[in-house]
């Protein structure tokens, strides 16, 4: 079955969002968890890393695992993984606990920007593609730039 280009481009786009959020969103809460945790500045470079560092090694090979077992097989897993782990960061009872969520979030996360770009491939050619990516890329860039006040807000909001 195929699916209009429209919910395509709506995945791709859950998926590059999705993709991100795990550090963007929370940076302006990130002094809050440290003091919740009673863990000193240097924690700050540990939660981004945790959520980061497994996208260096895993990208690749979810690239090839996707070409070998298809975008979906993968897209899904990597969206309910990011999910999983993202319910254990916030009931993390230390921050072992936490680091340890965020490096599942990482796995997660680690697929989901490159596989966005890879469905463009596989449904446009062309002008449409590069067009396509440099949307992408735009939103991308523009949700790097909003998440963090978003993120702000809403711990301003509730803690």
Not at 66 to 75: E, F, M, P, S, V
Not at 87 to 94: I, K, Q, R, T
Not at 126 to 140: D, T
């Given at each position: 079955?195929?699916?209009?280009?429209?919910?395509?481009?709506?995945?791709?786009?859950?998926?590059?969002?999705?993709?991100?959020?795990?550090?963007?969103?929370?940076?302006?809460?990130?002094?809050?968890?440290?003091?919740?945790?009673?863990?000193?500045?240097?924690?700050?470079?540990?939660?981004?890393?945790?959520?980061?560092?497994?996208?260096?090694?895993?990208?690749?090979?979810?690239?090839?695992?996707?070409?070998?077992?298809?975008?979906?097989?993968?897209?899904?897993?990597?969206?309910?993984?990011?999910?999983?782990?993202?319910?254990?960061?916030?009931?993390?009872?230390?921050?072992?606990?936490?680091?340890?969520?965020?490096?599942?979030?990482?796995?997660?996360?680690?697929?989901?920007?490159?596989?966005?770009?890879?469905?463009?491939?596989?449904?446009?050619?062309?002008?449409?593609?590069?067009?396509?990516?440099?949307?992408?890329?735009?939103?991308?860039?523009?949700?790097?730039?909003?998440?963090p006040p978003i993120g702000g807000a809403i711990a301003q909001a509730f803690g």
């Amino acid at each position: 079955m195929t699916r209009p280009r429209g919910q395509i481009v709506l995945v791709i786009l859950s998926a590059t969002l999705t993709g991100i959020m795990g550090n963007t969103l929370i940076a302006p809460s990130i002094p809050d968890i440290l003091d919740d945790f009673d863990v000193g500045d240097g924690g700050a470079g540990l939660i981004i890393a945790a959520t980061s560092f497994p996208g260096i090694f895993l990208a690749p090979v979810i690239g090839l695992l996707a070409d070998r077992y298809g975008r979906r097989n993968l897209l899904v897993p990597c969206m309910l993984l990011f999910g999983s782990a993202g319910l254990v960061v916030a009931a993390a009872p230390s921050f072992s606990v936490l680091l340890l969520g965020r490096f599942g979030m990482g796995i997660g996360a680690a697929g989901l920007i490159n596989l966005g770009v890879v469905l463009i491939g596989d449904h446009w050619e062309g002008e449409q593609r590069i067009r396509l990516i440099g949307r992408n890329a735009a939103f991308l860039t523009a949700m790097v730039a909003l998440l963090p006040p978003i993120g702000g807000a809403i711990a301003q909001a509730f803690g």
